[in-house]
């Protein structure tokens, strides 16, 4: 148990390592002051270009591919639930972990991008269905928040296919951790002043229909 609790400990100070704050010190730029103030992928984007995000997001994928693939590595195989399901549990605190993040006091991002890590090593056959939703959602409506959260809503769907209660259970409380972290896009999306990536929107129609 003590191998298990302390894996489960190193995925949460993983999550907690953001990689828009880490970069950001070495620009003197903290990105929770700017834009919409999140410590994620998108809002460095809009606030600092598309070089800093990449490196943004490769670190954020990388937290929680590292802190799923720990866990999967070095956990005892006779721990109670099994390994997967303590994968699963370290994939979520790798995320609460960047959305809290104990070294930021605790103001971070909201966690698609360490889902999308977790994801590539616990279950990476979900990866081109739930990036093939995100890519046509952003591509259609150029909202990101509302391509993540339906995302993963449908990675609820494949779990249910696959029949695997416990992958299902984890993949549910995660959705809602998503939810939760995307709660001011919702806010926006609904009063309809939410940003739009109009550069993302490449399936949206080329020209309007000549009245």
Known sequence: MMIALLLLLTAYLLGSLSGSLLLGRWRGVDVRRHGSGNAGGTNALRTLGWKFALGVVLIDVGKGALAVWLTMQFAPPDVPAGVIALAWVAALL??????WPVFYGFRGGKGA??????????????????LGCWLLIIGV???????????????????????????LGF????????????????????????????RARVLRRPFRMRS
């Not at 993949?171 to 002043?193: E, K, P, Q, S, W």
Request: net charge positive.
């Open 94 to 99: 790798a995320i609460i972990g960047h959305t």
């Open 113 to 130: 991008a360490t889902l999308l890590g977790a994801l590539a090593v616990i279950w990476p056959s979900s990866l081109p269905w739930f």
């Open 141 to 167: 409506s150029g909202y990101v928040g509302l391509a993540t959260l339906l995302a993963t809503f449908g990675l609820i769907v494949l779990a249910a296919l696959a029949g695997d209660g416990v992958q």
């Open 171 to 198: 993949v549910v409380i995660t959705a809602l951790l998503i939810v939760y972290n995307h709660r001011d896009n919702l806010r926006r999306l609904r009063a309809g002043n939410e940003s739009r990536f109009e």
